[in-house]
């Protein structure tokens, strides 16, 4: 997770300029990014599923196609309408935007291997566990990593008119395309891997984590902006209809994240590993934790949440994203803020007491989040809404829930990445952003060692942040 809060770090340095250039490697999963999928209508345990859109018949073409000079194949950024050199970024071997392309890579290399051989896995063990995120669906190579196609779409249908006269991205997309402008789409397609899908290889068990692959975190604007191939000039604006808003993609982000794990924790094929439940979808840290055994029977360092109503024993769901979309929900639609509260205290509350009550508790709340989802997508996340969702972040009613390294984790992300949306809308200047970097790096400090973290000591931390932020206004 360090490599994340270096990112953040750096993407603050990156105010100076208006574009969503990326900064630096997201270590914990090198992904591929799937087909756009969605699930609407909740009927039972296993319709409850993260289903993946069919295979396009018009095939998928590969790098090579896109590698023209008078495509995207330059060495220099000097497109008349696009940079013209994403290929040379896709490829750059020490910058965060060239991590897609070494994404199968690091599979051969020494982690990679180590983890290899604990799941004791042959040559086409590994291509089967790893190779859905670690490369592309369709791809004839996959030492080609993360393609373009993973993420914009198996490009059959529109490689050969996206560059025309009268071409429109409307247009680009009805013959396929990936609408990575749409934030639900685009978290669909990213969480496939930087979460966990349902496609083969997709899925990050906690058995494959404990053969050393990195925790899995997610959070939208943050993976959108390391892996930015593009500049949001004017032109890209009159394309697309308008600059990246920051905030809402983080908030549908949240949003999409809470609706995924739902999703997979709902499949009675998901939801156990043999005897056990499926760890993967528990707070880590609320189990990892040093255990201290003394006269009066030990040392309990688990703090209370109040978002929690569960027993000290009983593994708590990891809630990163709720407590992300709730406090969000409190600014942008107050009206069903209290709904989604209770849904997911009520979720928790289930586990005590069996399988089919935590599952009907699951789709209620997964409803909740669609339909905060749909509310965010729609919203314009004004100068007032951000500043008033990073109070909430900072509240007590939120942030008594920070007692877990996971939740604090979402929470720094979340405030560097509104303030640095709000500096990409010029709701906030460069300058007065970056004088802040002091206050949020020391937040960030309070969660960079997941051993040392200390709840209480990362609430003043994050709340000093916010206060420095809240003399912007």
């Not at 003394?294 to 109503?309: F, H, I, K, L, Q």
């Not at 669609?370 to 509310?375: F, I, M, P, Q, V």
Request: aromatic share 6%.
């Amino acid at each position: 997770m360090l490599g994340i809060f270096k990112g953040k770090q750096r993407l603050a340095a990156a105010f100076q300029t208006v574009s969503r250039s990326g900064t630096l490697a997201f270590a914990a999963c090198l992904a591929m990014a799937g087909a756009a999928l969605g699930v609407s209508t909740l009927v039972g345990p296993d319709s409850v599923r993260a289903e993946p859109a069919a295979e396009t018949p018009r095939g998928h073409t590969g790098v090579a196609s896109c590698a023209g000079s008078t495509c995207h194949g330059r060495s220099i950024a000097d497109g008349a309408v696009v940079r013209q050199d994403e290929l040379l970024r896709w490829q750059e071997e020490s910058s965060p935007t060239g991590a897609h392309s070494r994404a199968w890579r690091v599979v051969q290399e020494p982690r990679g291997q180590a983890i290899v051989r604990r799941l004791g896995l042959d040559a086409a063990g590994a291509q089967r566990e790893c190779a859905g995120c670690h490369a592309s669906p369709g791809a004839a190579r996959v030492a080609d990593g993360v393609d373009c196609e993973a993420c914009h779409g198996a490009s059959g249908g529109w490689l050969s008119t996206h560059y025309t006269v009268g071409a429109s991205h409307r247009r680009n997309v009805a013959q396929g395309m990936t609408d990575l402008v749409n934030p639900q789409v685009k978290a669909q397609v990213c969480l496939n891997c930087h979460f966990s899908g349902d496609a083969r290889g997709q899925f990050i068990a906690h058995r494959i984590m404990a053969a050393g692959h990195p925790r899995i975190s997610f959070e939208l604007d943050l993976f959108t902006t390391l892996q930015a191939h593009h500049d949001e000039d004017a032109d890209y604006v009159t394309r697309k209809g308008g600059k990246t808003n920051a905030m809402r993609m983080w908030a549908v982000g949240q949003a999409e994240a809470v609706k995924r794990s739902l999703e997979l924790f709902s499949q009675s094929s998901r939801a156990v590993d043999g005897i056990f439940p499926e760890f993967t979808f528990y707070d880590c840290h609320s189990c990892h934790r040093r255990i201290y055994d003394g006269e009066a029977g030990g040392n309990v360092t688990a703090v209370p949440n109040p978002g929690r109503p569960v027993d000290l024993g009983t593994p708590p769901y990891n809630d990163e994203n709720m407590i992300m979309l709730l406090a969000a929900a409190k600014v942008v639609a107050p009206d069903a803020a209290a709904t989604f509260d209770a849904r997911a205290k009520a979720f928790h509350r289930a586990m005590l007491a069996g399988r089919a009550e935590t599952v009907a508790a699951a789709q209620a709340l997964r409803q909740s989040a669609d339909a905060l989802s749909s509310r965010f997508a729609s919203s314009s996340f004004t100068r007032e809404q951000t500043f008033a969702i990073m109070d909430s972040i900072a509240s007590d009613a939120i942030g008594d829930r920070f007692t877990d390294y996971e939740g604090a984790v979402q929470s720094v992300m979340a405030v560097d990445t509104l303030l640095g949306g709000m500096v990409n809308q010029g709701m906030v200047s460069a300058s007065a952003a970056s004088g802040l970097r002091i206050q949020i790096n020391q937040a960030y400090a309070a969660v960079r060692d997941p051993n040392g973290f200390q709840p209480f000591a990362f609430r003043r931390a994050l709340g000093g942040a916010v206060r420095s932020i809240r003399s912007l206004r």
